[in-house]
């Protein structure tokens, strides 16, 4: 009898995996997770830490050019009205005015956060297209010089308000800012729009040159009396800053930081930075302070009556005596206001020649465990002594507050404990310095 033997033969090649070989493969393969999750734990923090660095440097960068594009116009269209402008000490109504509706040719007004708070300043300039200097009120229709409250004006400056086809520059939809000061021993000034320019019929424009301008809110509020009537050249001024609105636009910008945010706002109304128009914009986030500081001159007036804008020292937005200039209480808002009047020299603005302003940037992501983002009083999650010295802005390659001038410590401190410089987190510090070429150009200029 023939039996088949194939069936049991294979049954007795054939061999399973036993409990031991199973736990074993479990074992490796765990081992090769965490291995590669930890490996890609490591790349994603390295990978964080160079993108959260690029970040803050793309942030400093871009902070930094939008902010100096503004300081660097600072003046432009006021500046050659200074003589005019710096007798802007009340607004219509006879108030002091604020430092955001003041009418004097500052062309940046820095004011000091209280304790370690960071800085805020107001940059401001003028965007007329074509004249840029004051000019007189003329005899409205030939008949009267006084301009009542809100009515026509006249001027001799056809250039700044009609185009070659004697087309109005300024329109209902788009009307130009002007300031008109009273130039009557008054002090008074007043911010006004203009919406329409037409030819004079009376003297005709193609004679005279003159222009009769229709005032849209705001209005003026007083009467002002026109055309010098002696030497002394009194008589009502009107200095064109420009559109309104679009390309070229007169401004009045505040730049300071809320939560770590950038902010620019628009305060080029007749009420600064209180008019419901006046909405913040977000520039930049992660800046975490911001400090500026005035470049001052502080040399002589020179035999011909200018200054040699020459810059000497650097002066904090207070009144600590920095850059002491006499008959001046310091570089504070309210003094500066002052310029001008009750003893304060007129030329003090023009002293103004440069302004450094530095932000501190923090990066995305925190890093607890690296040292070198603790101070030496403070250790990591894991212990570790931090290794973080004092670090400051404004400083120089001696290092000492006697030999850098007005450098500034960053506040550092615990995570969470609302200091600048937290424990835990990577910072840079962009500084810059920018030079007022519109207070130059008006301080070294004869008045």
């Known amino acids: 009898m023939i039996r088949a033997r194939f069936p049991v033969a ?12 199973t736990m074993i493969g479990i074992l490796i393969g765990l081992i090769v997770v965490v291995v590669v999750y930890n ?16 970040d803050a440097q793309i942030t400093g960068l871009m902070s930094q ?14 500046a050659s009205g200074y003589n005019d402008l710096i007798t802007c000490n009340l607004d219509e109504a006879g108030g002091a005015p604020t430092k955001e509706t003041s009418l004097k040719p500052i062309p940046l007004l820095i004011t000091a956060g209280t304790g370690d708070n960071p800085d805020s300043f107001i940059a401001r300039h003028g965007g007329s297209p074509h004249v840029i200097w004051p000019v007189p009120f003329r005899p409205v229709d030939a008949v009267t010089d006084t301009v009542v409250a809100g009515a026509d004006i006249q001027v001799q400056s056809p250039n700044g308000f009609l185009t070659p086809a004697k087309a109005s520059l300024p329109t209902s939809t788009n009307p130009y800012w002007a300031v008109a000061v009273a130039n009557d021993g008054s002090n008074k000034c007043g911010l006004i729009g203009i919406g329409a320019a037409a030819p004079a019929t009376t003297p005709l424009m193609d004679d005279s040159g003159e222009v009769k301008l229709t005032q849209v809110a705001p209005k003026t509020t007083i009467a002002y009396k026109g055309v010098p009537q002696n030497a002394a050249g009194t008589g009502a001024m009107l200095l064109i800053l420009g559109p309104q609105n679009g390309p070229g636009a007169a401004t009045r910008v505040r730049y300071d930081l809320n939560n770590g945010q950038l902010r620019s706002t628009n305060c080029m109304f007749a009420d600064g930075c209180s008019n419901a128009g006046a909405v913040p914009v977000p520039i930049a986030q992660n800046i975490v302070w ?22 000497e020292c650097w002066a904090r937005p207070t009144n600590d005596g920095d850059c002491a200039i006499a008959g001046s209480g310091g570089w504070a808002p309210d003094e500066i206001l002052k310029a001008g009047q009750g003893g304060v020299p007129a030329n003090l603005l023009n002293r103004i020649v440069a302004v450094r302003i530095a932000f501190v940037v923090r990066a ?84």
Do not use: H
Not at 39 to 54: D, F
Not at 65 to 78: C, K, R, W, Y
């Open 10 to 21: 294979l049954a007795a090649r054939q061999r399973g995996v036993g409990i031991m070989e």
């Open 39 to 54: 490996m890609l734990a490591v790349a994603e923090n390295y990978k964080r830490t160079a993108i959260g660095t690029a």
């Open 65 to 78: 050019f939008m902010v100096s594009q503004d300081i660097a116009s600072g003046g432009n269209g006021i």
């Open 290 to 311: 911001m400090k500026a500081q005035y470049g001052i001159d502080t040399n002589a007036v020179l035999p011909n009556g200018t200054l040699p804008g020459r810059f």
């Open 364 to 447: 995305d992501e925190p890093d607890f465990r690296d040292p070198a983002l603790y101070r030496t009083t403070a250790t990591t999650i894991d212990g570790v002594t931090g290794t973080r010295a004092d670090q400051y802005i404004f400083n120089c390659p001696a290092n000492t507050d006697a030999d850098c001038p007005n450098r500034l410590q960053i506040p550092a401190g615990a995570t969470g404990s609302g200091k600048v410089m937290e424990d835990g987190w990577r910072y840079r510090v962009y500084e810059m310095v920018v030079p007022l070429r519109n207070a130059l150009f008006a301080g070294t200029t004869p008045s």
